[in-house]
């Protein structure tokens, strides 16, 4: 099963997608962390996550690039947090852009062939209204792309809106 949530910042899309892989009974818990760690800011959203999924039985699996070369164990329940900090590591490591999309994928798809529950956490930083720089443009361009083609393939998509999950697809 795949389940997309996405969500604004703080909107408590992280919360809700810990208790959907909570609920979910087989298989190891892998939470697949996408943030590079660069300033005091990052180590304290990066520390109130570690707080948030204390003793809910999760395997940390640092992951900021190259999600397709991750060994996954069978069956395992998957969370990936998130999608967005992935796609901005690939974009902006001074590689092939333009594989961006596809190398994501192909990542997501490995999750999902080999787990039972993939659930992938995403951001809306589409509806802010501000013109961005042209690198920053085709990123939230890529971004929008992968947002779409994993909802489009998901099971379940939900879209958390100050802590209510609203179901978009699935149930």
């Not at 039972?116 to 792309?145: I, M, R």
């Not at 998509?157 to 802590?163: A, F, I, M, N």
Request: glycine share 8%; aromatic share 6%.
């Amino acid at each position: 099963m795949l389940i997309l949530v996405s969500g604004g910042s703080a909107s408590g899309k992280s919360r809700y997608a810990e208790e959907l892989v909570v609920r979910t009974q087989a298989g190891e818990r892998i939470y697949v962390a996408t943030m590079q760690v660069w300033d005091a800011e990052s180590r304290k959203r990066v520390e109130r996550h570690r707080a948030m999924r204390a003793g809910k039985g999760f395997r940390t699996v640092e992951r900021p690039v190259r999600l397709g070369e991750m060994p996954v164990p069978e069956g395992a329940v998957v969370l990936l947090e998130d999608l967005s900090n992935l796609a901005a590591n690939e974009w902006f490591d001074g590689g092939d852009r333009a594989g961006v999309p596809e190398r994501v994928l192909t990542g997501i798809r490995k999750l999902r062939d080999r787990s039972s529950t993939v659930v992938v956490v995403t951001n809306e930083l589409f509806s802010d209204g501000v013109c961005y720089d042209p690198e920053t443009a085709a990123y939230l361009a890529c971004l929008a792309q992968l947002n779409r083609v994993i909802a489009a393939q998901a099971d379940r998509v939900y879209e958390v809106v100050c802590g209510i999950p609203v179901c978009w697809k699935g149930e």
